[in-house]
């Protein structure tokens, strides 16, 4: 029951503060638009391209710390896991966008203990840097008495934590309290902070700057004296959000703190419009960054899908056996609707007297569907002896056969058909499977396939499935963690599906028929 409420507060409590703010906003309409009469786009759209800086800087702030770690990473890896993971922070709960981190790092080819070390630096130093320039530049604040030398103890607390006795105790607490595994504690050297922590504070500032460009659009007065200021006035309520447990991503807790801290200076609607237009910008600028990152990609590292290498009649990936059974794991899971897949192999007209080969025919599904609707002369290829086991189990009269696309285990003109599903977005190089499919297939034989097809639907799906935990989300789970096990393939085939269908063209295919539709294709091909 406990944890119902606690996950209701953290939907309800958020909604409630960004009502609060737009009530505030809307009790005193006529005040700001006063304000508005001299709104101006161009700093707005400055604010704008700002915050599109703050997501690969803090990414890169993260490359840098996790170097120092001892860890050898790409900046291309890093930007992907730090960007991809950074997403999940608007999940109920405070730590999902660190345990992505820790699972994507783990991806990347870094160590368990390294990713957690990692988190919990960044987390301390994120918090040390925060303090920092909130406490730096209270003194600008012209409306609060603060003396001179509280400032200078204001701004030496923080520094008080990087010294390895303390950052030591710190970090096994902060593990311990964040419920994660604890790493063997290797301090950074003072040296290491002096490179590392520059990069969370210049996050602050640069976010200073962009708060300063929206206040300048709002009212008219390019006031850039209060650029420290504002600096701190965004590092305090990020602050105040990010310990907010209640409070996804620190949404609605960041934006009322804000408002009340920039409501010294501006009237309170003012600055409540302010602020959830602050917020606005930053989800947006998330957005866009998020969608560049995944269409950069990461580098390939424990999958390196070269052209397929066959020995001994058995071709193989570049990647090691877990995650090999983790794909076939996929197979067996994803791809089930029996009456779609039915309905799908009927449209091939196939006759109950052709030869049938199914090529990567995975646990024989398509092979049973096939006998159900009486075609029985089925031969089933595939590259996984464990997948081909299963098949055997469930259709024991049918013949299989280890092998691969590039490299049939048949005679020429051999079969009337032959059925690829889901198969050829495996491949990285489409010609020579092409000439093999044509050269098994009989005279007037054919080629039918269904593989995924490129659209604004199956987009955003894909950018739903990569996310961290999506494993775990209703309706989509088994086919995310399917997805995450071939996602460099599936890219590579999505951006080359033309290049593929030109290939049959030139290797001597007439299409029969061709269909899309919201995240497949159909075909059929004849061999001239």
């Not at 759209?45 to 860890?71: C, D, H, N, Q, T």
Request: with cysteine.
């Amino acid at each position: 029951m406990k944890n119902y409420i606690k996950q209701y507060l953290k939907i309800v409590l958020p909604a409630i503060l960004l009502f609060f703010l737009l009530r505030t906003i809307t009790s005193d309409w006529q005040a700001v638009l006063v304000y508005l009469k001299n709104f101006e786009i161009i700093p707005m759209i400055l604010s704008a391209g700002v915050l599109l800086l703050i997501y690969p800087e803090s990414a890169f702030a993260w490359f840098i710390l996790i170097r120092k770690i001892g860890v050898g990473v790409s900046i291309k890896n890093a930007l992907y896991v730090w960007v991809v993971s950074n997403s999940s922070r608007y999940l109920p709960g405070s730590i999902w966008q660190y345990v992505g981190r820790v699972e994507l790092g783990m991806q990347a080819g870094i160590p368990r203990q390294k990713s957690i070390l990692a988190v919990l630096y960044e987390s301390l130093l994120i918090i040390i840097a925060g303090l920092f320039v909130s406490l730096f530049t209270i003194s600008y604040w012209s409306t609060v008495g603060i003396k001179s030398y509280m400032v200078v103890l204001g701004v030496l607390f923080p520094l008080v934590f990087l010294h390895p006795t303390v950052i030591n105790k710190a970090l096994l607490l902060l593990a311990k309290f964040s419920k994660k595994q604890q790493p063997a504690v290797t301090p950074l050297k003072v040296n290491d902070y002096v490179t590392v922590l520059p990069f969370f504070l210049i996050n602050f500032f640069l976010n200073g700057i962009a708060l300063t460009f929206l206040v300048y659009s709002f009212t008219g007065d390019p006031d850039f004296g209060k650029l420290f200021l504002f600096s701190g006035m965004y590092a305090l309520s990020w602050l105040v959000g990010y310990f907010s447990i209640f409070a996804p991503g620190g949404i609605g807790v960041t934006e009322v703190a804000l408002a009340l801290l920039l409501s010294l200076y501006l009237p309170l609607p003012l600055a409540s419009a302010v602020a959830v237009s602050y917020r606005f910008l930053l989800v947006i600028a998330e957005i866009i960054v998020f969608v560049l990152t995944l269409k950069l990609g990461r580098s390939e590292t424990h999958f390196e899908y070269d052209k397929m290498k066959v020995k001994n009649n058995m071709a193989h990936y570049k990647v090691n056996p877990h995650q090999t059974l983790e794909w076939e794991d996929s197979c067996v899971e994803t791809r089930r609707d029996l009456k779609s897949r039915e309905k799908r192999l009927r449209m091939f007209n196939i006759k109950r007297t052709d030869s049938v080969l199914d090529l990567g025919c995975g646990d024989g599904l398509n092979v049973a569907l096939l006998n159900k609707i009486g075609i029985k002369k089925v031969v089933g290829v595939d590259i996984s002896k464990k997948l081909l086991r299963m098949a055997k189990k469930k259709n024991p009269n049918t013949k299989f056969y280890v092998g691969s696309a590039e490299t049939l285990p048949f005679k020429a003109s051999s079969f009337n058909i032959v059925l690829i599903d889901s198969v050829l977005h495996h491949l990285m190089d489409y010609g020579k499977p092409a000439r093999e499919i044509k050269r098994v297939l009989k005279k007037g034989g054919r080629l039918c396939f269904m593989e995924p097809h490129k659209t604004l639907l199956r987009s955003l799906m894909d950018m739903v499935c990569i996310l961290p935990f999506s494993n775990y989300f209703p309706f989509i789970g088994k086919r995310a963690k399917a997805y995450k096990q071939e996602i460099e393939l599936m890219t590579h085939w999505l951006a080359t599906e033309d290049e593929f269908l030109d290939t049959l063209k030139k290797n001597g295919f007439r299409k029969i028929f061709l269909i899309k539709d919201f995240l497949s294709i159909v075909a059929a091909f004849r061999k001239i």
